[in-house]
């Protein structure tokens, strides 16, 4: 039986595409760790907004979708309203841990399951 040609150079698989999403959010994250710890909170925020598109359609599916983005659009007005920088610092941290949240949520993150207790005794 003859096999059929596949030209694969035309197909990407849904999981390298994950994987690689994976790659530049870690690349990312990394960046802002750096920024938030020197300090620089223009290009902490700037680099969560990278992150905020990386998540973008994560936070679209969620079943909770609406929600979620009034409270994403609640924190960018809160960060440009801000005048004094420790104000303008909180609610970028607090944008941090928003996104860090969405993440795992999204199954990009952090993931967590039960401890095999039988395995401890």
């Known amino acids: 039986m003859a096999e059929e040609y596949v030209d694969n ?16 959010l870690h690349e990312l994250w990394q960046k802002v760790e750096n920024y938030a710890g020197k300090g620089n ?7 969560l907004d990278a992150i905020e598109r990386e998540l ?3 936070i679209l599916r969620a079943d909770d979708s ?12 809160k960060i440009s309203q801000a005048k004094k920088r420790d104000i303008k610092y909180y609610w970028i941290q607090y944008l941090h841990k928003f ?3 969405i993440q795992d949520l999204s199954g990009k993150g952090g993931s967590y399951g039960q ?3 039988e395995a401890m005794d």
Do not use: G, M, P, V
């Open 9 to 24: 150079d035309k197909e990407t698989s849904i999981y390298n595409e994950a994987s690689l999403q994976i790659i530049r």
């Open 41 to 47: 909170l223009e290009k902490w925020k700037f680099t």
């Open 56 to 58: 973008h359609a994560d």
């Open 66 to 77: 609406k929600k979620l983005c009034e409270k994403y659009e609640k924190i960018l007005r």
């Open 99 to 101: 996104l860090k949240e």
């Open 115 to 117: 401890a095999d207790t």
